[in-house]
Nanobody, 123 residues
Framework: QVQLVESGGGLVQAGGSLRLSCAAS????????MGWFRQAPGKEREFVAA???????YYADSVKGRFTISRDNAKNMVYLQMNSLRPEDTAVYYC?????????????????WGQGTQVTVSS
């Protein structure tokens, strides 16, 4: 079992930056693939970024070059640094964990979820 708690969301102007954090509790954190997803009102939850248990990183095309995912296994933490934010980045951002061998890019491929943190980007 893994419990995930996100923090760091808020209101920021377009072009600004935020760093989201995800604190994980439970055993074997280093063995999990970790992902960030987001869901805007009226839209489906979508993949944002993932970091595998061997520290490979993956990004959605819409955030590539602007967002950076990282993990600190010693602290059981995952981060999402978001730069050059746009109004279309506005959503609830969720941290997720999965123990599969390969990294998944769909919400159904992740077993554990946090409660989400709101990110609002004003124009």
């Amino acid at each position: 079992q893994v419990q995930l708690v996100e923090s760091g969301g808020g209101l920021v102007q377009a072009g600004g930056s935020l760093r989201l954090s995800c604190a994980a509790s439970g055993r074997s954190f280093a063995s999990y693939n970790m992902g960030w997803f987001r869901q805007a009102p009226g839209k489906e939850r979508e993949f944002v970024a993932a970091v595998s248990w061997v520290h490979s990183t993956y990004y959605a095309d819409s955030v590539k070059g602007r967002f950076t995912i990282s993990r600190d296994n010693a602290k059981n933490m995952v981060y999402l640094q978001m730069n050059s934010l746009r109004p279309e980045d506005t959503a609830v951002y969720y941290c997720a964990a999965d123990m599969s061998y390969g990294v998944g890019f769909g919400p159904s491929e992740y077993d554990y979820w946090g409660q989400g943190t709101q990110v609002t980007v004003s124009s």
